[in-house]
């Protein structure tokens, strides 16, 4: 009796210890699912909303909330951040669409909101000064972006056809770091501050288009203005 009474309380132990075991992974099961659930919700949430939000930060914050914990403030605002670029990129849409911007075209990268305004937006032909009508853009431009921290950058473009002697400029990099600077001094006068604005001027030597077509040369005249995306 005393050989089976230990062989009973021996195999009453390992089942106990399986048991405890079994529990304690059927837990970790449990939240890897919900884990693998919130990370799935948001990854389809994503693709539905054209890339709103950072799906990472977005499951994080759900994750946080699920549990009860505290929502880390910096997750937060990188989230808040998202929403608002993203809404900035939309209306800038709607208003190239509409037609408010001129000749303008939009182009959205993981790094940046870019504005692609055609010179004859902005420039008269050889010209650095502001025409009257190019107001009316960059206010609806500053509009758009001044309630933003972003850094806005400002680059100005040429084709590659040597200026003429009785031009101002002696060549397409003075006029492009020119027109440029042009841009920037408006918009800090609407409003934008200054330490969010930088500018570059690079001439003929970033083109979108072949500098062999009047129309490509044409395209290559361009001011671009980019908000850059927080990091």
């Known amino acids: 009796m005393s050989v089976y009474r230990f062989r009973k309380e021996e195999l009453e132990g390992h089942l106990n210890k399986n048991a405890q075991w079994a529990i304690v992974y059927g837990d970790l099961m449990s939240y890897l699912m919900i884990l693998f659930l919130l990370m799935l919700s948001f990854q389809i949430s994503k693709n539905a909303d054209n890339k709103k939000r950072d799906p990472v930060e977005e499951s994080l914050i759900q994750i946080q909330r699920v549990f009860g914990g505290e929502i880390d403030p910096r997750i937060a605002e990188a989230s808040e951040q998202r929403d608002k670029e993203y809404l900035l990129a939309n209306q800038l849409q709607q208003d190239a669409d509409q037609g408010e911007l001129g000749d303008t075209s939009l182009m959205v990268t993981e790094k940046s909101i870019t504005l692609n305004l055609g010179e004859g937006v902005l420039f008269d032909s050889g010209k650095s000064d502001l025409k009257e009508e190019a107001d009316q853009v960059l206010e609806k431009i500053v509009q758009r972006m001044v309630s933003m ?9 040429t084709d590659s056809v040597p200026l003429g002697k009785n031009l101002k400029y002696s060549s397409n990099w003075e006029l492009s770091m020119a027109r440029a600077h042009s841009v920037i001094v408006r918009l800090q006068s609407l409003g934008v501050d200054g330490k969010r604005l930088e ?33």
Do not use: Q
């Open 149 to 157: 921290k972003n850094t806005i950058r400002v680059e100005g473009h």
């Open 199 to 231: 500018g570059v001027g690079h001439g003929e030597f970033r083109p979108i288009a072949d500098n062999k077509t009047a129309d490509g040369r044409a395209k290559n005249r361009r001011i671009e203005i980019s908000l850059l995306k927080a990091e």
